[in-house]
């Protein structure tokens, strides 16, 4: 597992794509934050890092799936999956190989965002308290929905031989679990009903959840069981295509 784990954080930084993919993160969110006025934090009046917890998921919905989109899709597309399935090597340590790999680079693009701390701490008025336990859950609940879109991500990649097709499964994925589930429980039909159940479903109801600051352990569940079940996913789609 730690082979792959290599392979892949080598092959990811051997290019410019992948500093790219970084840079571009950090650039939009800086520019959001920054200088566009509707979400500017100077604007925002608050010593707070809300904006940031509220804008970061739809980069992620891009980001990530970028990261992710080649793992497997590109094993089976140059025929190097079928050699890999030969080596001593048990399926879930390739899966996690995988995972593990994408989660460390998604890791790296949070790690330089704890600049906008240090800057809202700066520029907050004299004498101003910061929600510290706000700011740590909602950066525990980001790294938690970075974990779940990069097991969507490797699952997605394993469907198919295209990297391209990858890419736009995995958005529309994670675009459904995080969007999805809590705009179909505000639908007139399960209002009353099971629009409770609908929302807790979803991964945002559990972000927003995590991000007040209280790390529930019911979360913590709900995130993990999300990525177990997409790696399981993986596991067995894997399986199949090199059966077939």
């Not at 993919?21 to 950090?26: E, G, M, T, W, Y």
């Not at 992710?68 to 090597?89: H, Q, V």
């Amino acid at each position: 597992m730690l082979a792959i784990f290599r392979k892949e954080i080598h092959q990811f930084f051997s290019s410019i794509t992948g500093y790219i993919a970084i840079i571009l993160f950090l650039l939009a969110n800086g520019l959001l934050l920054f200088v566009f006025p509707d979400t500017s934090l100077l604007d925002y009046g608050y010593a707070n890092l809300d904006p940031l917890f509220n804008l970061a998921p739809i980069i992620y919905l891009l980001l990530i799936p970028a990261i992710t989109m080649r793992s497997f899709a590109d094993e089976f597309k140059s025929g190097t999956m079928e050699l890999l399935s030969t080596k001593p090597l048990s399926w879930w340590q390739i899966v996690n190989g995988k995972f593990f790999a994408g989660l460390l680079i998604v890791l790296i693009s949070l790690v330089p965002t704890f600049v906008y701390y240090i800057a809202i701490l700066k520029l907050s008025a004299h004498n101003t308290l910061l929600d510290n336990g706000g700011i740590a859950g909602s950066y525990i609940g980001l790294f938690l929905l970075g974990a779940v879109f990069t097991a969507i991500g490797v699952w997605a990649s394993s469907l198919t031989t295209n990297s391209v097709v990858a890419f736009l499964t995995a958005i529309f994925t994670c675009f459904i679990f995080y969007y999805g589930f809590d705009s179909l429980s505000k639908l007139p039909t399960f209002t009353g009903s099971a629009d409770y159940y609908l929302q807790m479903a979803g991964i945002r109801f559990h972000y927003t959840s995590i991000s007040r600051g209280v790390i529930d352990s019911r979360d913590v569940v709900y995130f993990l069981s999300i990525i177990a079940l997409m790696l399981y996913l993986t596991r067995l789609s894997l399986q199949r295509r090199i059966w077939d």
